[in-house]
């Protein structure tokens, strides 16, 4: 769990943000849903950083799309009672995703194919 370090004004109460451990690393097509929570109560704002590369956010999912580092930043700018919380980030090393292909024999018997057979060979008579 990461925390900031609250950033206090004067007559305001010290805020901070707290987020859940982060996926060790990402696959392309994959996604994961941060959870961020702040002391103020206030919905945390989640965004990519202008960094970020390989992911991207909507509607607090974020969702891998290419090889790359994920970087996402968590803000809370307060309120009258709480002071603007420390800026979070998050990075998650994202991998491309590997891509198997298989294909399966045509079964036999299927609709229209007719097995066609070597011509044996004709025996040899000695003369």
Do not use: H
């Amino acid at each position: 769990m990461l925390s900031t370090t609250p950033a206090s004004a004067a007559g305001t109460t010290a805020n901070f943000i707290s987020v859940g451990a982060p996926p060790a690393a990402g696959s392309a097509r994959g996604s994961y849903t941060p959870n961020a929570t702040a002391t103020s109560k206030d919905k945390v704002v989640e965004t990519l950083d202008k960094t970020s590369s390989g992911c991207s956010i909507a509607s607090g999912k974020v969702t891998f799309t290419a090889a790359g580092t994920c970087v996402i930043d968590f803000n809370d700018a307060g309120t009258t009672t709480y002071a603007a919380a420390s800026q979070v980030q998050q990075s998650i090393k994202v991998y491309s995703a590997n891509v198997i292909t298989t294909s399966a024999p045509p079964s036999a018997g299927s609709a229209g194919d007719r097995i066609r057979r070597a011509p044996r060979p004709r025996p040899v008579t000695p003369w």
